[in-house]
């Protein structure tokens, strides 16, 4: 429905003559006639207006629609002052999707930062698997996110952040648990809880026979879930320097050569408001500047 044909016939309702409503809309009375005559023919067929002599009335038709489009016009006129006096003072809400262990200070003090700077922006922060993370990105309901893996899709675009180093938590009377670092093979044949990876989309893999996933028995989200079962002996986790932590029954060895990307991951040809942009860069430029 075209927004000008409601306005010209609002106000030619309203005084029921062509000349005087063109000359109040500053339009051409011939091109009044053509607009009246569109909306008609879009209301498929409805005559508004009746001729009397030589003037025109509402027909009952034309009564019933002119209250409707005057009710609709008004509220059109109110939301548009309210959009142009919140333009610059409404909330900005940053969708921001976090991996486990990805909210470290620095990101912590970056988010914080920025709600100073700028007190309408508002973030929602959700913690969950990368997987899960991209998956949001893809469908448009987070603006960016914080993983640890990439993908292939190039609907999405990652850019590298930091290497997180690793260790391996196990149980405190664990065999291996004073020692002061860890080569990865020496705990690959042990129980295992995974952060942040689906055992599913690797079971063409589980079935050939790969030692790695036969020995996962637990997939989790975050490094504290991790962590507690860890304590509670049922095996053991790979935590990234971030998530560990003061735990009596749960002792942290460093791995040795192995480390973890952090990337962010935005869509590709996605419009971000220039606010929340700005957030990006500056949360890459951070990192960049930090861990280069």
């Known amino acids: 429905m075209n927004y000008n044909y409601l306005r010209y016939f609002s106000v030619l309702a309203q005084v029921e003559h062509y000349t005087i409503a063109a000359a ?27 001729k009397v002599g030589r003037n025109i009335r509402l027909t009952e038709e034309g009564k019933f629609y002119q209250q409707k489009v005057d009710v609709a016009l008004e509220q059109l006129h109110s939301a548009s002052i309210m959009l142009k006096s919140s333009r610059d003072t409404a909330p900005v809400v940053i969708r921001l999707g976090v991996v486990s262990g990805g909210l470290n200070g620095l990101l912590a003090e970056k988010i914080a930062e920025y709600s100073k700077k700028y007190k309408r922006v508002r973030f929602r922060i959700t913690e969950s698997s990368s997987m899960e993370l991209m998956d949001m990105i893809r469908q448009e309901k987070l603006d960016m996110a914080i993983v640890d893996s990439t993908d292939r899709d190039r609907t999405l675009h990652f850019k590298k952040l930091q290497e997180r180093n690793l260790n391996i938590a196990l149980p405190i009377d664990h065999p291996l648990a004073n020692n002061k670092e860890l080569d990865p093979h020496e705990v690959m044949d042990l129980p295992q809880i995974v952060i942040n990876y689906d055992v599913g989309n690797s079971f063409a893999q589980w079935a050939g026979g790969a030692p790695a996933d036969q020995n996962i028995v637990c997939t989790v989200n975050t490094a504290q879930t991790a962590i507690d079962l860890v304590s509670a002996g049922l095996g053991i986790a790979f935590i990234s320097d ?21 990337y962010m991951c935005i869509l590709y040809d996605k419009w971000l408001r220039p606010i929340i942009w700005e957030f990006r860069d500056l949360v890459v430029r951070t990192f960049e500047e930090t861990y280069k």
């Open 24 to 50: 109040r809309l500053g339009i051409s009375q011939p091109s009044l006639s053509a607009a009246i005559n569109n909306l008609e023919n879009e209301l498929g067929g409805v005559q508004l207006f009746e």
């Open 242 to 262: 971030e998530c560990v932590q003061e735990h009596k029954d749960v002792a942290f060895v460093p791995l040795r050569n192995w480390h973890q990307g952090l």
